[in-house]
């Protein structure tokens, strides 16, 4: 599958911010999706921000962004998006969608993900 990601820039804090990965390679309809969201700020390690489950659409966020972040999807465009509220200063960080966890359960998103896309660039301006 090859992810593309897009709709990062600037903002300030307080401002908003939808993030789009649109999947291709795979038709959505034919093939389970489970995608997240991870970011990667300067000199940290990447983290995981939220994902989506393919069979009931059931959702994930990281601590620090849950009530602010929501996850969702659109088959027909086989797209994910990541609508961010309420960003701080400590949100920016280049992002990446991902797909193709490496292991089933529970915990599916904090496992890691087999596919990635480039990654966009979310800064936020205090």
Known sequence: VQLQASGGGLVQAGGSLRLSCAASGRPFGSY???MGWLRQAPGKEREFVAAISWTDDSTYY???VKGRFTISRDNAKNTVY?????LKPEDMAVYYCAADPLEYGSNWYAAGFGSWGQGTLVTVSS
């Open 32 to 34: 389970r999706y489970d």
């Open 62 to 64: 990281a601590d620090s």
């Open 82 to 86: 990541l609508q961010m509220n309420s």
